[in-house]
């Protein structure tokens, strides 16, 4: 079922691509045009013959635009579309080879670490069915321990079996489990333990060597057996979660993983204009930003990067940049990383129109999310058409006199212009109706628009 629904998210065309990221972003239609062509084409180099499909390279993009107009938005959407192993990093957050930091390889790393995950789940939802049988199981063992009829003793001539009667029991039991009426009775069971209580943290969590070194301990001492007391209803979900790990092949999941980074990966580099530019003029020993360049352009290009998985080959990982570009431009990159990058897109800057559509319009629309989060107290909240027009003047005109920081703004004039409403909600206002008009958006923001001193700091 899993595989089917990927195959029909990778088939897409790239009118229906663009059709699926409007649901979500707003404008941006050569962005949006561009994402779908390099989502298709992935798609196509599988149809082409072997022999020609390896020289095949993809159209690694650099989106160029301010911050908060969907770039990152865009990339994380076409992930989720094509079910792509996909990472965001910050170019910002890398150094060269022989500092002290990230290295760029780290980031192939972390995109192995997400395609183990996203690999290791969907075979988990495989096995999920009969690890929770193999849950029952070991309750019932615990509830009710099976009878063993003893080796060379003749059948009982009158009634039923013990063996048969145990039998019948564990069933009866096993309908009780399954509707929930045993969920609040205790049970004392085994659990794996890690060695030492060792938790293996994600992979920004620490420094790539010491997670090794961590993992390769953990596995050599071996796992101790506890007890654990709790209810049925946690139990079940404990005991099958066990179960499933002891059902999956990690070694499948694994090659499965390494295969999907290599031919579906998607690596999003934020920032990239902030490793533009020439060396640090700086005196002394420094991280240059041409170095950080350096080092990327042979993942970039392709190559092998080895992680714990084994080596994964970059050559057909799709790359996207972003980037404001305000003090450097594209062409201050190193002239052999511009060549990795050759299709450039532009991404316009949000007007008041835009702002209306954001409010509105997409599936995760902020008006619907606030909604939503006082419909938890049974309070109803809309706002009129005058309102919106004015939430999204506001943004506009605040972006354009303190920073333009795109329709994150929005996210900070709704916080300002309803913190009174979801402070006041659970003791005042129970089952409220409340109506947003443009007289209450003014009344609330005029004052800290026109004091600009003051709207840096609130909005």
Do not use: C
């Amino acid at each position: 079922m899993n595989e089917t629904k990927n195959e029909l998210m990778q088939n897409l065309t790239p009118t229906q691509i663009v059709k699926e990221l409007d649901k979500y972003i707003i404008g941006q239609g050569d962005a949006k045009r561009a994402v779908a062509i390099a989502l298709r084409n992935r798609w196509r180099r599988r149809q082409v013959d072997e022999t020609l499909r390896e020289e095949i390279m993809p159209n690694n993009i650099i989106l160029i635009g301010p911050t908060g107009v969907g770039k990152t938005e865009i990339a994380r959407r076409l992930a989720k579309l094509s079910g792509a192993p996909f990472v965001k990093v910050e170019a910002s957050k890398y150094t060269e080879v022989g500092y002290v930091g990230r290295d760029v390889e780290s980031m192939i790393r972390d995109l192995a670490e997400i395609s183990v995950s996203m690999v290791r789940l969907e075979k988990t939802a495989e096995v999920q069915e009969k690890a929770e049988r193999m849950a029952e199981d070991r309750i019932l063992d615990q509830l009710i321990p099976p009878v063993r009829k003893p080796v060379g003793l003749a059948p009982e001539e009158n009634g039923e079996s013990d063996e048969l009667q145990n039998e019948k029991t564990r069933e009866w039991m096993r309908e009780k489990i399954k509707s929930g009426e045993m969920d609040d009775r205790l049970i004392e069971f085994d659990t794996t333990a890690p060695a030492f209580g060792m938790q293996v943290l994600g992979p920004m969590g620490m420094d790539d060597m010491t997670m090794n070194l961590q993992e390769m301990m953990s596995s050599m001492i071996p796992k101790k057996k506890k007890k654990r007391k709790t209810p049925i209803r946690e139990a079940k979900k404990l005991i099958a979660q066990e179960e499933a790990e002891k059902l999956i092949d990690m070694d499948a999941v694994q090659r499965e993983a390494v295969k999907r980074v290599e031919e579906s990966g998607i690596v999003f580099i934020d920032e990239i204009d902030k490793i533009a530019g020439a060396k640090s003029q700086q005196g002394g020993p420094d991280v240059s930003r041409e170095g950080v360049q350096r080092d990327l352009l042979p993942i970039v290009e392709g190559s092998a990067v080895n992680t714990k998985y084994g080596p994964v080959r970059t050559d057909h990982i799709l790359f996207i940049a972003s980037g404001a570009f305000h003090v450097s431009k594209p062409s201050d990159l190193i002239p052999e990383l511009q060549g990795r990058f050759p299709i450039r897109v532009e991404l316009k800057s949000l007007t008041e129109d835009d702002f209306v559509k954001i409010l509105t319009i997409p599936q995760n629309a902020l008006l619907k999310q606030y909604a939503a989060l006082l419909q938890s107290e049974q309070v109803v909240i809309s706002f009129k058409e005058d309102a919106i027009i004015e939430i999204a003047k506001t943004a506009a005109a605040v972006n354009e006199q303190v920073e333009n920081i795109g329709a994150r703004r929005l996210h900070t004039i709704l916080t300002t212009l309803l913190e009174d409403i979801l402070f006041d909600v659970p003791d005042k206002m129970p089952e409220a109706e409340i109506k947003i008009t443009g007289g209450m958006v003014n009344q609330k923001l005029d004052k800290i628009v026109k004091n600009r001193d003051l709207s840096k700091y609130i909005l």
